[in-house]
């Protein structure tokens, strides 16, 4: 018992001398890499970096620099005054407009210049919008089901507002053209327009003479609304529901045309 005693002990002080050995060794060599790692690695490695970045940055501004005077010289040729004489198949701003993709080739040099002006403002080719016919026809596009239906004459009347913000005057008389014309008269009450505070003199004199030409034949046929400022789609359309006053109230852009049994 004695022998085995003194076996055990013998045996467990060896078990743990062996193990603080191997915590030393351990912490020395860590000691050792970690001082090669700071005396070798650590010092020349970020001033490479540095400078890079610092490269990086300035070749960034030199670049943006670049652009800026490259963006100069493209807002100075656009401001130019155009090319003169009437071949402007050169000139960028008529052959890169999509106006003329499929139309207005046969345009002179002046023509094309006032058509280009008008689609940058409006949007659409108003130009063209201008020469066309106020009541021109259209396809019937309806399918056939919708063609033969058959709707009771005794409908309730309605009110068809248009709204509109400095749009050609020929796209919104030929709104009011077609609705009049491709609607049933008994049950087109009014047309109301209400104008969100256009600036084209257009829609001011002319516009008006032309509401006070039908309105001698049909009296308060077209109510116009004017606002003093510009209040938007939803608040405008709720002027024209306002000045409304049949039970049915229609609301529109100004830059539709009606087709048969709409």
Avoid at 104 to 124: C, H, P, W
Wanted: contains cysteine.
């Amino acid at each position: 018992m004695a022998c085995t005693r003194r076996t055990k002990t013998l045996v467990s002080t060896c078990v743990i001398l062996s193990g603080m050995t191997n915590i030393v060794c351990l912490l020395y060599v860590g000691w050792v890499t970690n001082y090669i790692a700071n005396v070798y690695i650590k010092v020349p490695m970020p001033v490479p970096e540095k400078k890079l970045e610092g490269d990086k940055k300035g070749e960034t501004l030199r670049i943006i620099e670049r652009l800026d005077r490259l963006e100069n010289v493209v807002n100075q040729h656009i401001q130019e005054t155009p090319l003169k004489g009437e071949d402007v198949l050169g000139d960028k701003s008529f052959s890169d407009s999509s106006l003329f993709a499929h139309w207005g080739q046969e345009l002179s040099a002046d023509s094309r210049r006032v058509a280009l002006k008008m689609f940058q403002y409006y949007g659409y080719n108003g130009y063209l919008s201008d020469r066309l016919s106020l009541d021109r026809a259209i396809p019937d596009l309806r399918p056939d089901g919708c063609k033969n239906i058959t709707y009771p004459s005794n409908l309730p009347q309605v009110s068809i507002v248009f709204i509109f913000v400095n749009e050609a005057l020929s796209v919104i008389l030929r709104s009011i053209h077609s609705a009049m014309h491709r609607t049933p008269s008994h049950l087109l009450k009014e047309i109301i327009l209400v104008d969100d505070n256009s600036d084209n003199d257009e829609l001011k004199e002319k516009l008006q003479d032309f509401v006070s030409e039908t309105n001698s034949q049909r009296p308060g046929f077209i109510k116009v609304v004017r606002h003093d400022k510009q209040e938007g789609l939803i608040r405008s359309r709720v002027s024209g529901w306002r000045a409304a006053t049949a039970p049915v109230v229609a609301l529109f852009d100004a830059h539709v045309e009606f087709n048969i049994g709409w």
